[in-house]
């Protein structure tokens, strides 16, 4: 009974797990290095880094995929590698070696994420009106961490941080033995398919080609580039400036579930505005509301408000980084569908939050390690971004019904 009910719900628990791995890191690792010595510059540094290991690996994970090793296999080679990893993380107190084992974890951790997309658009039969319900356990699961660690930080405010990387390294031996019942997804070469204007099959390389010459496909890297690093900007120093406005840590996670619960709601009713929304609409709903963020953390002084407009991420991820994936979705060749998702990794979780991270460096350092002035470069990223989607609007859509 228990493996037939693995099989027949591999998907969402896949979807509930890997997003609770990181659930339990991902709020709370800046805290955790500046409890290790670290102030904002050092922990941009290593954000930086991080987000260098993106300018290969997507490309990688999504090669693997699409040539190599079902897509459904891979999960189990990232799972075995992030539980080592984050074990490794967890002995580090040295400025490199926590460089070092997190640039690692982002490696493998990110692109898993995205990875999960094109797993799952494959065995739905409407993915764009689907996809919601089934990504909505994701949310769950990066909720779940936070209530246990806030148990946790409620009886001992004084807990080492460590507790939250074991956490995910636990969460992480679930998805492991998850990973053994996905349904089987085949590498993009076995869908290779006739190219209309050749009748000939396209190739990897060819495919990959012709992805990066598909106009409407640039756009979208350029807009997810920008609001995507303005996004890692929100994730990465919100808790910083949470902190600092007095709010307690044992707080922090719950806080900022705040827009994962609303993610949760909009994913079930997703079939009901995705038919009033375009492709481009969608996505550009979720970039105005990143800039809405930033301003709000920019220049109020108001905790409550701050902690409020955690519903604004909950629309960024709904609208605008779902939203993303299933237009590349639509627009790239089958062939290599896989890469397309994992280029989206490079560009919005690797070249844009490397150049905000670099750049918040510079910004912390010249102004005494002010946080206000990080989250307002963080507004123009995001009002760039949602410039270029409006004035692109109409190309997007024509591409996505081709």
Known sequence: MAFSFLKRHALALAMLFQFGLGGAVMPFVTLYLLDRGLNITGISQIFFGASGMLLFFPFFWGMMADRY???????TILNILL???????TRQFSFTGLMISY?????????SLLLLNPLSFHHLKNPRADFGRLRLWGSIGWMIPSAIIFYFLA???????VYTVYLGMGIGVL????SFFLPHTP?????????PETETGLTYFQAVRKLMTNKAYLIVLVVFFLVASSFSIQAIYSPLMLEQMGLERKWIGPAQCIGVVLEVFLFIWQRRFL????????????????LLRHFIFAFSDSLTLMIVSHLLTGLVIVFHHIGASVLVNAIAPKEVRSTAQTLLVLFGSGLGPMTANLSVGFISEATNQNLRMVFLFAACLACLGTTILALSAGRLNRAARQ
């Open 103 to 111: 640039m690692c974890f982002y490696a493998c951790f990110n692109p």
């Open 83 to 89: 539980i080592l990893i984050l074990g490794i993380f």
């Open 275 to 290: 038919h009033r929304l375009s492709y481009a609409g969608t996505i550009l709903v979720g970039a105005v509301a990143m």
């Open 69 to 75: 090793i079902p897509l459904n296999r891979l999960f």
């Open 175 to 178: 998805m492991l033995g998850t």
């Open 187 to 195: 590498s993009g070469t076995a869908h290779i398919v006739s190219d």
């Open 155 to 161: 009886t001992n405010p004084k807990l080492d941080l």
